[in-house]
C-alpha cells in the first residue's frame, strides 16, 4: 500500500475539544505555497485574538493547577518554583516547535492546515530513515493512542477529584461555620469511603457523556469557566493571608519525590493538543504565536505563584488539591463545590476527544438500526473504565503524577523536538538545534521513565490511609488510652516511641500533669498549619474536648 494511500484525508485526529473547521477557505493552492513565509488568511467567522487567549487560558488551567502546590512541596521550596519556571519555557518551545512544523507542511503540501497527527505522519514521511517513512501512517496513530490516555487520564483525574472534594464537605457539613476566622478546628465526622463516592458519581456522568453535541453543554461550559474563575480568585484571597515563616520548609527535597513533580508539572502544563486547532480557526492565524506567548505566559505566572503560595502557607500538610486545604465554614465549603461544579461539566469536554476518535470507526462497523445502541454502550464503557482507574487510584496526586508521567511527557517534550529533526533534515539543521532538540526528548523520555516508576511505587508503598486529625493542645490521658484501645483494633500494634504512623496517634508518654501533649498535625480544612484551638466531635459532650476524633468512627479507618 503507497503512503499516498495512507494519507487519507477522511481520518480525523480530534486532538482537542475543538473539531478543526470544515471549509476553510484555501485560496488555491498558492496561498500556502506562494511565499517562503507561511500565510493562511484563516476563516470569516473564525476567533479573533483575545477570543482564542482565552481558549489558551482555558486549555491550560484545570485540576493540575490545584495540585501544583503538592507537586512544589515535593521538589523543595526554591528548586520546585525554578524547575516549574523551567519546564514551562520548554512546553511553550515545544508549542512553538509544532505550530512551525505544521506550517512548513501546509506550505509544502499545499494544505490549509494540518492537524498534530498529520504533521507527525508527514514528518516521518520526510525522515531520513527508510522503515520511519515507510511507516509513517503510525506517527498518526501514536499521537492518536496519547491524546486517547490523557484524555481518559484527564477524565480519572476529575472522578478523584470531586469524590474528595465532595466527601470533604458532607464529612465537615455538622461542623460548618459561618466563621472562616475561627481557631476552632473541626473533626471530620465518618462518612463513606472515596471510591464509594467515585462509584455513586459513575451514573451522573454517564448520563452527562450522553449529550453528543457539544453546543448542548455550551452553557454549562460558560457558567463552569465563571465559577472557576470567582473559584480561584477566592483561594488566592485565603492563602496570601498568615504565611508562616518560610525557612522552615526545605529548600531542595529528596530525589525520590522529584519525579512526583515532573508528572505533575508536565500534566498542568500539557495543552499542546489544543495548539493547532486554535491556530487553525483563528482570523489571523499570523497574530498566533503572540497570542500564544501571551497566554503561556499568564499561565506559567498563574501556575508558580499558586504553587510557591499554597506550599508556603500549608506547608508539610498540603494535600493533593488545594481546595481540601481551605477551611471549613460555608464561604470556602462553597468553593470546592463551585469548582467541583465546573470540574464535573469539563469532564464532558475531555471525554469528547477520546470519543470522536474511538466510537466513529466502530460504529461504521455496524448496521445503521444498531448505530445508536452501540455508540451509548461504547459511551458508557469508557466512562466505566475511567471510573475503576480511579476507583483502583483513588490518590489524586498519584493520579495527576501517573497521567503527566505517561502520556503528557510524550506529546509536550518527547514527539515535538523529534519533529522538528525529522522535518528540517533535509534541508538542513544546526548542530546547536540538533543537540537542543535530543536533549529536550531525553529529558522527556527520562522524565517518563522515572515518572512512572515512581507513581506505580509511590502508590503501592503508600496505600490509602485515613486523614490525619488534630489532637487538642491538652488530651485527658483517659481519652488517650480509649483512643488507643480502637486504634490496636483498626490498625494493628502501636510502635512504643512512635505511636500509630497510620493516624498519627501519639505513643505512651510520661505522665504530664495528667494529660497528653498534642500532635503537631492539623486535618484537611483546619486553616491553617499548627493554629490551636479545641477538637469538636458530635459524639462527645463538649466537656470532653479531647477526644481523638478518628478513632471515635473507626469507620472512617
Not at 127 to 137: C, E, G, K, M, Q
Request: glycine share 8%; hydrophobic share 45%; charged share 10%.
Amino acid at each position: 500500500m503507497s503512503s499516498r494511500r495512507l494519507r487519507s484525508e477522511d481520518y480525523n485526529d480530534y486532538s482537542s475539544t475543538d473539531v478543526t473547521p470544515e471549509g476553510s477557505p484555501s485560496n488555491g493552492p498558492s496561498s500556502c505555497a506562494g511565499s517562503s513565509t507561511y500565510q493562511r488568511f484563516g476563516e470569516t467567522n473564525g476567533t479573533t485574538s483575545l477570543q482564542t487567549l482565552i481558549h489558551v487560558l482555558k486549555g491550560n488551567i484545570g485540576t493540575g493547577l490545584l495540585g501544583l502546590p503538592l507537586a512544589i512541596k515535593n521538589a523543595g521550596v526554591v528548586m520546585g518554583p525554578v524547575s516549574l519556571l523551567v519546564i514551562g519555557i520548554i512546553a511553550i518551545h515545544c508549542m512553538r516547535i509544532l505550530v512551525k512544523c505544521a506550517h512548513h507542511f501546509c506550505r509544502k503540501l499545499q494544505k490549509p492546515f494540518v492537524d498534530y497527527g498529520d504533521a507527525v505522519m508527514y514528518g516521518l514521511e520526510a525522515s531520513p530513515v527508510a522503515w520511519l517513512r515507510t511507516h509513517a501512517i503510525w506517527g498518526r496513530y501514536l499521537v492518536g493512542f496519547f491524546l486517547i490516555v490523557t484524555q481518559l487520564g484527564f477524565c480519572c483525574v476529575y472522578f478523584v477529584f470531586l469524590a474528595d472534594n465532595l466527601k470533604q464537605v458532607i464529612s465537615a457539613a455538622n461542623g460548618t461555620t459561618n466563621d472562616c476566622h475561627s481557631n476552632e478546628t473541626v473533626v471530620l465526622m465518618p462518612t463513606m469511603d472515596s471510591r464509594l463516592y467515585i462509584l455513586s458519581l459513575l451514573p451522573f456522568i454517564v448520563l452527562l457523556v450522553f449529550i453528543r453535541n457539544l453546543k448542548f453543554l455550551s452553557i454549562f461550559s460558560l457558567l463552569a469557566n465563571i465559577v472557576m474563575l470567582v473559584s480561584l480568585v477566592m483561594i488566592y484571597q485565603y492563602i496570601v493571608q498568615g504565611i508562616p515563616d518560610p525557612r522552615r520548609l526545605p529548600l531542595v527535597s529528596g530525589w525520590k519525590t522529584y519525579p512526583l513533580f515532573f508528572g505533575t508539572a508536565i500534566f498542568a502544563f500539557e495543552g499542546i493538543g489544543v495548539v493547532l486547532p486554535l491556530e487553525n480557526k483563528m482570523k489571523n492565524p499570523r497574530h498566533f504565536p503572540v497570542v500564544l506567548y501571551v497566554g503561556m505566559a499568564i499561565v506559567s505566572v498563574l501556575y508558580i505563584s499558586l504553587g510557591a503560595l499554597g506550599y508556603l502557607r500549608f506547608g508539610a500538610n498540603i494535600e493533593a488539591s488545594i481546595t481540601l486545604n481551605l477551611p471549613n465554614c460555608w464561604l470556602y465549603q462553597s468553593v470546592k463545590l463551585l469548582y467541583s461544579f465546573g470540574i464535573f461539566f469539563t469532564y464532558a469536554l475531555q471525554f469528547y476527544v477520546p470519543a470522536e476518535i474511538i466510537i466513529p470507526s466502530a460504529v461504521s462497523r455496524v448496521p445503521q438500526r444498531w448505530a445508536l445502541a452501540v455508540d451509548l454502550l461504547l459511551r458508557t464503557f469508557l466512562v466505566c473504565v475511567t471510573c475503576v482507574l480511579a476507583i483502583l487510584i483513588p490518590r489524586l496526586d498519584i493520579v495527576i503524577s501517573l497521567v503527566g508521567s505517561v502520556s503528557s511527557s510524550a506529546l509536550a517534550l518527547i514527539i515535538p523536538p523529534l519533529l522538528e529533526i525529522f522535518t528540517y533534515f533535509e534541508e538542513g539543521l544546526h548542530p546547536v538545534t540538533i543537540a537542543k532538540d535530543i536533549l529536550i526528548s531525553v529529558i522527556g523520555f527520562v522524565g517518563f521513565v522515572v515518572g512512572t516508576y515512581e507513581a506505580l511505587e509511590a502508590l503501592v508503598t503508600s496505600p490509602v490511609s485515613p486523614s490525619p486529625v488534630a489532637v487538642s493542645p491538652t488530651m485527658p490521658r483517659h481519652a488517650h488510652e480509649h483512643a488507643q484501645d480502637l486504634c490496636r483494633q483498626v490498625c494493628g500494634p502501636l510502635h512504643p516511641t512512635q505511636g500509630c504512623q497510620q493516624c498519627l496517634l501519639p505513643p505512651v508518654l510520661p505522665r504530664l500533669g495528667g494529660q497528653v501533649p498534642r500532635v503537631g498535625h492539623q486535618p484537611r480544612g483546619a486553616g491553617g498549619v499548627g493554629e490551636p484551638g479545641r477538637v469538636r466531635h458530635a459524639l462527645h459532650s463538649p466537656k470532653q474536648q479531647g477526644c481523638y476524633g478518628p478513632l471515635c468512627s473507626a469507620a472512617q479507618v
